[in-house]
């Protein structure tokens, strides 16, 4: 991030998640907490714990562990523990970042004095109805798209528009260089642990293993072009995973009955995701239910790597304005087979990313908490 001039006055922001585990509403927590710290406020977040936390201590925030987040009567039972760690912690912000932490940061700020602001960030596409409807009861209602704002508005007639802030996610550049490549050792690791991923165009789809990812269209793309003439090789990137072994297996049986199993790998999540971007010839993102945001869209795009995907939602948002050439209507096979051939093909120069850098987001969500706490 870059360099921050020294606040007129120091706030303490209190952050409310379930967890720290993994996600992108958890990943932001520690982004805006991260900024925080280097702009020389002080940053808490309370959750019921996690792998991230020793990360986000290290990073200067404090933790405060407290289960706000499980699903259970017993839950509400914390709005009284909650509204004291409220009152030793005298904050000028509360930001509420899913759904019943925020239900309980609200119960909870009922008789402070003095009350912190509270803010709120809606970083998916809830199902509309009272108990989603908490997360547009900030002073000031964080989206993550304009996707989720007319999302929002549409369901919910009596939000004032004014207090809604399109603040998108946001990506180091530093994490995903333009124009990367991973060295020799890396690619030849990765090619002996995947020997069926050589020697063609490689389609990457990264996504985990739940089926509105898209994976289904993915494999089929992959027969399509091959009855084209048109030979690739498909990485399902991140759907491996505990308990969704009968989902996998329904995939490889698919794969079987398309005549590509040859050509299709099946992983868990990597940490190296870079370099398989960067070695991929395309970045898919297939889901066939509109997304809030598409991370993974700006992830490519930032490393020059084409992405191919479905017009909707925030990954049509994106697409539309950073990579027009990578839509295609959604769930449309005819046509998704048609724009992976021409990008195949061709595809369209990328520009450096000029916006959705995490600097863009921390800035933004930091100019918000100063403007409310005045």
């Known amino acids: 991030m870059s360099a921050v001039p020294t606040p007129a006055r120091t706030l303490t922001v209190v952050q409310l998640i379930p967890a720290l585990n993994a996600g992108g509403a958890e990943r932001s927590a520690l982004e805006v907490a991260r900024a925080l710290v280097q702009a020389g406020h002080r940053s808490v977040v309370v959750s019921a714990g996690g792998r991230l936390v020793p990360q986000l201590q290290a990073e200067?925030?404090?933790?405060?562990e407290l289960d706000i987040g499980r699903k259970s009567l017993r839950t509400l039972g914390r709005v009284g523990e909650l509204r004291r760690v409220l009152r030793d912690l005298r904050p000028d912000i509360v930001h509420a970042r899913s759904r019943l932490p925020a239900w309980l940061g609200w119960w909870a700020l009922k008789g402070l004095s003095p009350r912190p602001h509270f803010v709120t960030t809606v970083h998916g596409l809830n199902s509309p109805g009272r108990y989603s409807s908490i997360l547009l009861r900030g002073e000031r209602v964080i989206v993550v798209s304009q996707t989720v704002r007319d999302y929002a508005l549409s369901h919910y007639p009596w939000l004032d528009p004014a207090r809604v802030r399109v603040i998108p996610r946001g990506i180091d550049p530093d994490d995903f260089p333009y124009?990367?490549?991973p060295d020799d050792a890396w690619r030849k690791a990765f090619f002996a642990e995947y020997p069926m991923l050589?020697?063609?165009p490689l389609l990457t789809l990264p996504a985990r293993g739940t089926r509105l990812k898209g994976h289904h269209?993915?494999?089929?793309?992959v027969a399509a072009l091959k009855h084209r003439g048109i030979d690739t090789r498909l990485l399902l990137l991140g759907v491996v995973e505990p308990g969704r072994e009968a989902y996998v297996d329904e995939l490889r049986g698919l794969a079987r009955a398309c005549e590509v199993s040859a050509q299709v790998a099946f992983t868990p999540p990597r940490a190296d995701v870079r370099d398989i971007y960067a070695v991929s010839a395309l970045v898919l993102q297939l889901s066939n239910k509109p997304e809030a945001f598409g991370r993974t869209v700006v992830e490519a795009l930032s490393l020059c790597r084409p992405v191919l995907g479905y017009a909707h939602g925030g990954v049509g948002e994106l697409l539309a304005e950073l990579y027009?050439?990578?839509r295609t209507p959604?769930?449309?096979r005819e046509k998704l087979v048609e724009r992976a051939a021409e990008l195949l093909r061709v595809a369209p120069p990328i520009l450096p990313l000029q916006n959705y850098r995490l600097s863009?987001?921390?800035?933004a969500v930091l100019a918000l908490y100063e403007e409310l706490a005045g």
């Open 360 to 363: 863009d987001l921390q800035q």
């Open 198 to 200: 050589a020697g063609a």
């Open 217 to 221: 269209d993915a494999i089929e793309l």
């Open 330 to 332: 959604p769930g449309d």
């Open 60 to 64: 200067g925030s404090e933790h405060v």
């Open 179 to 181: 124009g990367h490549r």
């Open 324 to 326: 027009p050439a990578g």
